[in-house]
């Protein structure tokens, strides 16, 4: 299932993990590339490479990690060709059935190949895995892709509808898995291909509370017993290391700091405003008289044009630059930048580079998975070796039930 061997050969199927979001499933074939978001990598470069490497794209702006193929990444990267079970509830079905290294499976539905993938690593060469399909390109592609990955030796796709035509298997199977529309038309079916020598179960998984009802009632007709319904959620939490959470009274203090700035800054704000309309006015005064003086020396003007304050300035020996009311000539007060960074500055990096940090865990945004609900049963032993052969216990009540009937009548 899957190459075992360290680096990657050409044929290899590798998973490229793009974001944690974003992977892809890859066959590797020489004179094709990948194209990403970010760059484009050629097969032939990641020929050799050891899985699990990071990988740059040619124009250097972004990379990959190229990982060795599990069931549980094979659910994230797949191709959808139907609605998939995700991990959540594969672990559980596969915990709740009983399914272990020797196991004989039998699954009905067997769409994208998500359960398929996870079921026949658990069985390994020494179990079977039966596969039905009801749609023909489907069925075709599973079987494809279980060539591909290595598993045909011990898992089998058939094109079948198993509501209508059955399994045609008889006594084989340790549990049996269905994901139908309908698992209750099947119900039968999969309990004449049950083993009756041991306790064996069942597990239908449907989307509906409806389906769950009819799935019931269908269990219980069939002689299953212990019929329970779960459903799984999933809940991924990411951890990281964070700066820890500061004192009530430390906070209350950088709180009542805050206020008193904002108040500086606004009592600041008042004082510029009150100046800036004080200089306004100053400034409205001043125009008016200087619009009376541009009337007498227009009239006195030869040309009628007017004087520039410039030319004013330099008949009273004063400098063209030009100078507020309050301003006076002199040498400049700002002080110069000091080099480097600032004491606040070096105590904010001091403080921060030494205050601890602890780990804490916070769950994704977005979930994936699948909300269905689960219904399993057990169908106990009806055959039981003993000193003179087999017993079956349905056929020894079927003819006790005989012969009550027989004799009530006589």
Excluded at 165 to 180: I, S, T
Excluded at 296 to 310: D, L, M, S
Excluded at 311 to 330: F, H, K
Aim: contains cysteine.
């Amino acid at each position: 299932m899957f190459s075992q061997a360290r680096e990657i050969a050409a044929g290899d199927v590798v998973i490229v993990w793009f974001t944690r979001e974003s992977l892809k499933a890859v066959t590797i074939t020489p004179g094709e590339e990948l194209n990403g978001r970010f760059g484009a990598y050629r097969h032939a470069d990641l020929i050799g490479k050891p899985f699990g490497s990071k990988i740059g794209s040619r124009n250097g702006k972004g990379f990959i990690y190229v990982l060795r193929p599990t069931p549980e990444l094979w659910t994230l990267a797949l191709p959808h060709r139907t609605q998939i079970l995700y991990v959540a509830d594969i672990a559980f079905v596969t915990s709740w059935l009983g399914i272990r290294p020797g196991s004989v499976v039998i699954e009905a539905g067997t769409g994208s190949g998500s359960f398929s993938h996870s079921v026949a690593r658990t069985i390994g060469k020494a179990g079977k895995l039966h596969s039905f399909e009801f749609h023909g390109t489907r069925c075709q592609a599973a079987q494809e892709e279980f060539a591909q990955h290595g598993m045909s030796e011990y898992v089998t796709v058939s094109h079948r509808n198993v509501c209508k035509e059955g399994f045609n298997l008889e006594d084989v199977a340790d549990a049996v898995f269905l994901d139908l529309p309908a698992p209750w038309e099947a119900i039968p079916s999969a309990k004449l291909a049950l083993k009756k020598t041991q306790s064996t179960r069942i597990c239908c998984f449907s989307p509906c509370a409806e389906q769950v009802l009819r799935t019931v009632s269908a269990l219980n007709d069939s002689g299953f017993t212990s019929i329970t319904m779960y459903e799984t959620l999933l809940r991924t939490i990411d951890v990281g290391s964070y700066p820890p959470l500061k004192s009530v009274g430390t906070v209350a203090e950088k709180l009542k700091d805050a206020d008193v700035k904002r108040e500086a800054r606004r009592v600041k704000q008042i004082e510029d405003s009150a100046i800036r309309a004080k200089e306004k006015g100053k400034k409205k005064a001043g125009g008016a008289d200087e619009q009376e003086m541009d009337i007498v020396e227009e009239a006195e003007h030869p040309h009628g044009q007017k004087r520039k304050a410039g030319e004013d300035r330099a008949e009273n020996g004063q400098s063209n630059t030009a100078l507020g009311d309050d301003s006076e000539p002199g040498p400049s007060t700002k002080k110069p930048k000091p080099d480097g960074p600032s004491p606040l500055t070096l105590e904010l990096v001091t403080e921060k580079a030494s205050q601890e940090r602890v780990s804490l865990g916070k769950p994704f945004p977005e979930q994936r998975g699948h909300t269905s609900y689960l219904t399993f049963a057990i169908l106990l032993p009806t055959i039981f070796p003993g000193a003179q052969g087999a017993v079956n216990i349905e056929n020894s009540s079927a003819s006790l039930k005989n012969a009550e009937s027989t004799s009530g009548g006589e």
